[in-house]
């Protein structure tokens, strides 16, 4: 009989493999998010959505480019922004993060459950999703370590940007 050599390195990457598969969303959930986001007007998607690395539960990241709306700083779309979302009943849960350095309205989507958060006038994020997307085909290995590590900080509570200040975008620079 013959013997299959199993290199160290091997084991477990079917494992990883099948829980990436697992965590990613099946055509039903992909729908129901490109849904949820043409609720805002002219959107730039952005973040892990965009790049197809998010988790079921990560939110939705969105630039709102308002620079010809006469609006003098992002803060004050913001809180106007909220103001609409809270009359309209739209959102709940809703959290503005002014004093950030990239300022942003957190709040999930009642009809869909979805969470978001939206930035005004931020255009780095948009511009690195072709970058990290070119960085994700060219090294096919960096999707599963990014899922893995986002699991691994969500489950620590250190997945939010605001608050622990490290984002996909890093990992994938760092790497």
Same mark, same amino acid.
């Given at each position: ?64 480019? !308002?620079? +010809?709306?006469?609006? $003098?700083? @992002? #803060?004050?779309?913001?809180?106007? *922004? ?49 970058? !990290?997307? +070119?960085?994700?085909? $060219?090294? @096919? #290995?960096?999707?599963?370590?990014? *899922? ?28």
């Amino acid at each position: 009989m013959g013997h299959i050599l199993i290199l160290p390195t091997m084991v477990g990457v079917a494992e990883i493999v099948d829980f990436c598969d697992f965590l990613s969303p099946t055509p039903e959930e992909q729908a129901a998010r490109d849904v949820a986001v043409h609720f805002v007007f002219y959107p730039e998607v952005f973040g892990s959505f965009r790049k197809g690395l998010y988790l079921p539960t990560s939110d939705i990241d969105v630039s709102i480019m !308002i620079l +010809e709306s006469g609006i $003098k700083n @992002p #803060q004050t779309g913001l809180y106007a *922004l909220s103001r609409v979302l809270s009359q309209r009943g739209i959102a709940k849960k809703m959290q503005v993060i002014a004093k950030a350095r990239v300022p942003i309205i957190k709040f999930v989507k009642k009809k869909s459950g979805v969470t978001f958060d939206i930035s005004f006038d931020v255009d780095n994020g948009p511009k690195a999703v072709e970058f !990290i997307k +070119e960085a994700v085909l $060219k090294w @096919p #290995q960096l999707r599963p370590l990014c *899922l893995i590590l986002k699991v691994f900080l969500q489950q620590r509570d250190l997945n939010e940007v605001c608050i622990f200040g490290f984002s996909i975008r890093y990992w994938t620079l760092a790497s």
